[in-house]
């Protein structure tokens, strides 16, 4: 998966409409949001299919705030306390965590996809190969 787009928005009817409409137009393609409320903001969660750059322009042409970061897929167990010992590594290593989404459950373990801002620290101090040794595997 490529990057997390955390996105704010007003929360107003039709908003989400134009955002997927002005993504659309560029032949972007949503593979997965998330989006909740909170008074007269909303959050979206957003993961594309195509060139990042892309995305990221339309939400700057849109003028609405966004974290991007990049994102990885891990597997823990689903459990109660699972996420905050995760989440507790991560921190302890200095990596700001930007967004996460559950994307799978299957026999006791949790898929999530995790948004950072250093992903090789992140994948270190979750003890995974980092992205340079993935790369080397698929030579």
């Known amino acids: 998966m490529g990057q997390q787009f955390v996105v704010q928005l007003p929360n107003r009817p039709g908003e989400l409409a134009h955002?997927?409409?002005?993504?659309?137009?560029?032949?972007?393609?949503?593979?997965?949001?998330?989006?909740?409320?909170?008074?007269?903001?909303a959050c979206a969660l957003i993961y594309t299919d195509c060139c990042d750059d892309d995305t990221t322009d339309v939400l700057h042409s849109?003028?609405?705030?966004?974290?991007?970061?990049?994102?990885?897929?891990?597997?823990?167990?689903?459990?109660?306390c699972a996420l905050g010992d995760l989440t507790h590594r991560l921190a302890k290593a200095g990596i700001n965590l930007k967004g996460c989404c559950v994307i799978g459950r299957h026999h006791g373990l949790a898929e999530w996809s995790l948004s950072v801002d250093n992903e090789d620290a992140a994948r270190k101090a979750l003890g995974m190969p980092a992205v340079s040794e993935l790369e080397e595997v698929g030579r």
């Not at 849109?62 to 109660?80: K, N, Q």
């Open 62 to 80: 849109m003028g609405y705030p966004f974290v991007a970061g990049s994102t990885l897929t891990v597997e823990i167990e689903d459990t109660p």
């Open 19 to 41: 955002l997927a409409r002005a993504l659309c137009a560029r032949g972007v393609n949503i593979v997965q949001i998330q989006l909740s409320t909170a008074g007269d903001l």
